[in-house]
């Protein structure tokens, strides 16, 4: 079944202010149809405070680092078009804004983008003093995709092997330093056409000498457990070495892997 995704980044940016002015943004989470009626959503901007906000609408492409996955943006607006992408929203008030999708009519695999709504500095001609309180910016960062044509769901396990990272651990005499731990390199391949959330899987692995380890929840998985995976990517994600098995050279391993309903 297909697992949705939800992701939400508030960034908060220190500015100089004597109020907090925070707002809401939702949902955190569409899918637009690549034609027709469905192209077209709406997002609502919601001001609780008492100062009226300034609010700034973008769409951003979604991508993934084929190393570790590490999320890629790049500007979208030849895929949107936002009404109205700047506004001022009145205090205790909100404001609807218009996102219609603009590209490509046909999508054989799921196109994945964030919508971003970024809060601007906003003082209405008044001075604002340096020596004051300071003010959070917020920054909602929701997720959007393109339905395809067709729904295929097909996530595998390209390669596992041997790996090592560095994790900052604290001393005998309590300082952090890092150390080199020894951690299996899981490659996977979503072959499907729509993105999936890895929130409950099975890893099963075998090595050459005959040594079968099978691996689930957040301890033996950690690191690979809430990844999202987009359509038509592949990403190496880094878990714990699993102590059952042999690291010697030569040796070869074998995986299946089960994404658990």
């Known amino acids: 079944m297909k ?3 939800l992701s939400l980044c508030i960034l908060m940016v220190f500015v100089a202010s004597a109020n907090l002015f925070a707002f809401q943004f939702s949902p955190l989470t569409q899918e637009f149809d690549p034609s027709g009626a469905g192209s077209a959503k709406t997002y609502t901007i919601v001001n609780d405070s008492d100062e009226p906000i300034a609010i700034q609408i973008s769409a951003l ?3 993934q680092d084929s190393k570790n996955g590490d999320e890629i943006n790049t500007p979208a607006d030849n895929y949107f078009t936002i009404v109205h992408p700047k506004t001022i929203v009145q205090p205790q008030s909100s404001e609807i804004v218009r996102v ?14 964030r919508i971003r709504a970024e809060q601007l500095p906003y003082s209405q001609g008044k001075n604002t003093d340096n020596n004051s309180m300071f003010n959070f910016l917020y920054v909602y960062t929701t997720s959007a995709y393109v339905k395809p044509s067709s729904v295929v769901e097909n996530v595998l396990v390209r390669r596992v092997a041997p790996s090592t990272t560095i994790q900052q651990v604290e001393d005998a005499d309590g300082n952090t330093v890092d150390k080199e731990v020894e951690t299996m390199a899981v490659t996977l391949s979503n072959l499907g056409t729509v993105h999936q959330s890895l929130t409950d899987v099975t890893l099963i692995v075998s090595d050459s000498t005959g040594n079968t380890v099978k691996l689930e929840g957040s301890e033996q998985l950690a690191g690979l457990l809430a990844t999202n995976i987009l ?3 592949t990403i190496t994600k880094q878990i714990p070495w699993p102590s059952s098995l042999s690291r010697e050279a030569g040796v070869k391993y074998r995986s299946s892997f089960t994404i658990n309903d």
């Open 231 to 233: 359509a038509k990517k």
């Open 61 to 63: 492409t979604r991508s």
């Open 100 to 113: 219609l999708y603009k590209g490509p009519k046909t999508v054989s695999s799921e196109l994945a983008f």
């Open 3 to 5: 697992k949705k995704f």
